[in-house]
């Protein structure tokens, strides 16, 4: 079986996100590494090039399993990538539909959700959603 690619590791996160060339994309990176270890308790971790905050272990019935972030995000060039969508179904994923329509300018993906500057959206709507996507994952896959 593959070897995981995603994996935490020991970098510095002040020291990557010292490397990120938009000022404004910087600065919305350490607000966003001091939110999501309010809301994990955690403190923040480098998977790649991901933050991530708390982690968790899953197995799918093919065998294959591995360790993940619980939340997450990631400065990209274009956009920042934050790792907070997690409800695929049921009341869940109606509770997260209604943060996000109450987010601000955005795209979601799958699990992703996207946006240019923290300007652009409502960071208490940030923080509850973040605070949701902890507490769903935690109860689906408990702590290690």
């Known amino acids: 079986m593959a070897e995981q690619k995603t994996k935490p590791n020991t970098g510095d996160v002040d020291e990557f996100l010292?490397?990120?060339?938009?000022?404004?994309?910087?600065?919305?990176?350490?607000?966003l590494v001091t939110m999501l270890s309010e809301v994990s308790g955690h403190q923040p971790v480098l998977w790649g090039t991901m933050i991530g905050f708390g982690q968790y272990h899953y197995k799918y019935a093919s065998g294959h399993e591995g360790d993940a972030l619980r939340i997450g995000f990631a400065p990209r060039k274009g956009d920042i990538s934050l790792y907070t969508l997690v409800a695929y179904d049921g009341a869940a994923q109606a509770e997260q539909?209604?943060?996000?329509?109450?987010?601000?300018?955005?795209?979601?993906?799958?699990?992703?959700?996207?946006?240019?500057k923290l300007a652009d959206i409502d960071m208490g709507v940030l923080r509850e959603l973040a605070e949701f996507a902890y507490a769903h994952m935690a109860a689906k896959c408990p702590e290690q």
Do not use: M
Request: charged share 30%; hydrophobic share 40%; net charge positive.
């Open 18 to 31: 010292a490397q990120v060339e938009d000022p404004v994309k910087r600065a919305d990176s350490q607000v």
């Open 97 to 116: 539909d209604a943060l996000l329509a109450r987010l601000g300018k955005h795209k979601a993906g799958k699990s992703c959700l996207y946006v240019k």
